[in-house]
């Protein structure tokens, strides 16, 4: 199943194969609720937020704009519109991996300063970030084995999936179906 026909599915009620066990939450007239924690500390504290960005068939404005803030770039506070498709990526993966206390956001949004100064640390880091774009985020998910988030992310065909097990994180995309 293709990205376009996974989020029609949530979008008309009916239940994508890639996630049998979350029927009734992506019904028409549902609310959808993420769960972030951001993991650098912000003036000293851990932000932690549960959202609501989908209600009644369409997303919702205030809890994309509060999403869009939870993703924004840490190292220098720039917020930038956010893919909703990324957070109905992290919303299957939070709800087929029964995260009881959310994701844990590593990286979200990119600026272009930033992504420029994370290459000129280290080869991992791509030119051309859809991080910069707003449509990638590093996370993880307490108490589930991070080979695990990387097969269900995998699984769901929505996007990009990188693996990175010594950085303790899986990057996810609504770029192409693709893995490294």
Same mark, same amino acid.
């Given at each position: 199943?293709?990205?376009?026909?996974?989020?029609?599915?949530?979008?008309?009620?009916?239940?994508?194969?890639? !996630?049998?066990?979350?029927?009734?939450?992506?019904?028409?007239?549902?609310?959808?609720?993420? =769960?972030?924690?951001?993991?650098?500390? *912000?003036? &000293? %504290?851990? +932000?932690?937020? $549960?959202?609501? /960005? @989908?209600?009644?068939?369409?997303?919702?404005?205030?809890?994309?704009?509060?999403?869009?803030?939870?993703?924004?770039?840490? %190292?220098? +506070? $720039?917020?930038?519109? *956010?893919?909703? =498709? !990324?957070?109905?990526?992290?919303?299957?993966?939070?709800? +087929?991996?029964?995260? %009881? =206390?959310?994701?844990?956001?590593?990286? &979200? /949004?990119?600026?272009? +300063?930033?992504?420029?100064?994370?290459?000129?640390?280290?080869?991992?880091?791509?030119?051309?970030?859809?991080?910069?774009?707003?449509?990638?985020?590093? *996370?993880?998910?307490?108490?589930? =084995?991070?080979?695990?988030? %990387?097969?269900?992310?995998?699984?769901?065909?929505?996007?990009?999936? &990188? /693996? /990175?097990?010594?950085?303790?994180?899986?990057?996810?995309?609504? &770029?192409?179906? $693709?893995? @490294?």
């Amino acid at each position: 199943m293709n990205r376009r026909s996974f989020l029609a599915s949530l979008a008309g009620g009916a239940l994508s194969a890639a !996630l049998p066990q979350a029927a009734t939450a992506f019904g028409v007239n549902s609310v959808r609720v993420l =769960e972030l924690r951001n993991t650098h500390p *912000i003036d &000293g %504290r851990i +932000e932690h937020a $549960r959202v609501p /960005y @989908w209600r009644n068939g369409r997303y919702d404005a205030r809890g994309l704009g509060l999403l869009n803030h939870m993703m924004r770039d840490w %190292r220098n +506070e $720039r917020v930038h519109k *956010i893919d909703p =498709e !990324l957070f109905d990526i992290f919303y299957a993966l939070q709800t +087929e991996l029964r995260a %009881r =206390e959310g994701l844990h956001l590593i990286s &979200g /949004y990119r600026s272009p +300063e930033t992504n420029a100064m994370l290459r000129s640390r280290s080869s991992g880091v791509a030119k051309h970030s859809l991080h910069m774009e707003g449509m990638a985020g590093d *996370i993880r998910i307490p108490g589930v =084995e991070l080979h695990t988030l %990387r097969k269900t992310a995998m699984n769901l065909q929505l996007g990009g999936v &990188g /693996y /990175y097990p010594r950085s303790n994180f899986v990057h996810v995309d609504t &770029g192409r179906v $693709r893995t @490294w």
